[in-house]
């Protein structure tokens, strides 16, 4: 992967399907289809997608897991606990990229960053073996320095960097609390880059067409993921368009 020059250039897209497999499953029915949807968002012009297998299964499914791995063009991203379960199943399905997330059982959605600093020993070894079946390995964290620092000591290949309080103080209307989280992620940007230049950064979570904008100009971001919300555009404007529109937020 040359990412010099990645870096250099406007970050790609990772679309988040896991919202049209809940749709599915809060009906228990076999529509719609979130492969049909990873095609569709592909075509659209997503550079990855990205889908969450949850330890409880509340949305995408290990079927799902299985199909979308096999028919992707582009790259997947499969979102994961760090897991003994979950290390089986990446192991053989070997998507791409694994971004390892912290999981709670009774959250809405992935809450915060995962305590990289703490677990350095476990993770270490986790992403060694992620990394003898050929697969990259990612960290979401929050935009901290020490966690950063633990990442690049893990030999991840890239952090994701959470920007959900960045997302929270635009909707709660503190522009002064999100332009001091906008700065904290664009720090959090220049140390990665300074601790580690091979290290892949990409940022996500909470973002949308009114919030991107700011985020995707960040020099040194290679990839934003982004699903509730476009999957929300899409309900309106159909899954491809959103998909343009998502892009044309980010770039214009
Ligand atoms: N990145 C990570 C690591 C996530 O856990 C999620 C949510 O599943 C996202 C990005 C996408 O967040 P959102 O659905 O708010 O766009």
């Not at 095609?39 to 997503?46: I, P, T």
């Not at 290390?87 to 992935?110: D, S, Y």
Request: proline residues 2%; negative net charge; charged residues 20%.
């Amino acid at each position: 992967m040359n990412t010099s020059s990645q870096h250099l250039q406007q970050p790609l897209l990772g679309v988040n399907i896991d919202h049209v497999a809940t749709l599915r499953q809060v009906r228990g029915v076999d529509y719609p289809s979130p492969l049909a949807a990873a095609l569709l968002c592909e075509q659209a012009g997503a550079d990855g997608i990205t889908i969450h297998l949850r330890e409880d299964r509340r949305h995408i499914q290990d079927a799902d897991v299985y199909d979308i791995a096999q028919q992707l063009t582009t790259r997947l991203n499969l979102e994961m606990a760090a897991t003994t379960e979950m290390l089986a199943i990446a192991c053989e399905v070997k998507p791409f990229w694994v971004c390892l997330v912290p999981e709670k059982r009774a959250e809405l959605t992935t809450e915060g960053g995962l305590d990289v600093v703490g677990q350095i020993t476990w993770l270490t070894d986790y992403i060694s073996q992620l990394h003898a079946a050929n697969i990259k390995v990612s960290l979401f964290i929050d935009p901290d320095e020490a966690q950063i620092e633990a990442a690049v000591a893990c030999q991840a290949d890239a952090v994701e960097l959470h920007t959900g309080a960045y997302a929270e103080m635009g909707l709660a209307s503190n522009t002064a609390g999100q332009r001091a989280e906008l700065q904290r992620i664009e720090h959090a940007v220049s140390h990665a880059q300074l601790a580690d230049n091979k290290l892949l950064i990409n940022a996500g979570h909470g973002l949308s067409r009114d919030n991107v904008h700011a985020i995707a100009q960040i020099k040194g971001i290679y990839e934003l993921n982004i699903g509730h919300a476009l999957i929300a555009d899409a309900v309106f404007v159909g899954l491809a368009q959103a998909v343009t529109m998502m892009k044309a937020a980010m770039y214009r």
